[in-house]
């Protein structure tokens, strides 16, 4: 009879303990996935990269590619994470459009056009990204730096080209001026 009762007692223990273990178990998960979903909401402002120079400004005013993915850049740096990966698509078009749009002849050298892939490269991560659903909120706010990092690299750019022209302009205005000197 003891052996009986020590049995029943002690299948009743187990049982209370494995629940309570399934149950804190059920309960750190839940506040896993609403810590996850509190990061997606949340928003993550992200550094600020390059912006063009007023001369710059003026050299790619006339290219309306630049000055939508411009705009649709300007969002990024204070998008939450959901809303990085839902705007992913429409990035990875706006910058393959920048690509094949590029109608300033003086930008279509090599260091813009390579500077041009890297951000488009960029944009495609981040639009494969959305499409996987173990992606964490840390991956996707570094490549969302990556992405802006590389923009800022793309006007730094322009931005030197302009410069350089201005400078190559004074030289020859400096040289014209010798040249009349008696």
């Known amino acids: 009879m003891y052996r009986f009762t020590f049995i029943i007692i002690t299948l009743c223990l187990y ?5 309570s273990q399934k149950q804190e178990n059920a309960s750190d998960k839940t506040n896993q996935l609403t810590e996850e979903i509190d990061s997606l909401k949340q928003q993550h402002i992200r550094n600020l990269s390059e912006l063009l120079s007023p001369e710059s ?5 006339s290219w309306k590619s630049y000055q939508q993915l411009d705009q649709l850049i300007d969002k990024f740096y204070t998008y939450s994470v ?16 920048l690509k094949d749009s590029i109608s300033i002849n003086r930008l279509k050298e090599i260091d813009v056009l390579t500077r041009l892939d890297v951000l488009n490269n960029s944009a ?3 639009k ?45 205005d400096i040289e014209s001026r010798i040249d009349k000197l008696p």
């Open 128 to 172: 494969d990204m959305a499409s996987i659903t173990s992606i964490s909120a840390e991956e996707v706010n570094q490549e969302t730096q990556e992405m802006l990092n590389a923009f800022g690299a793309l006007n730094s750019k322009i931005n030197n080209i302009t410069q350089q022209e201005k400078l190559e302009l004074e030289v020859k």
């Open 57 to 61: 400004r003026e050299l790619v005013a």
């Open 15 to 19: 049982l209370q303990f494995s629940c």
């Open 82 to 97: 959901q809303e990085v990966l839902y705007s992913s698509s429409e990035l990875a078009n706006a910058t393959q459009l």
């Open 124 to 126: 495609l991560r981040l």
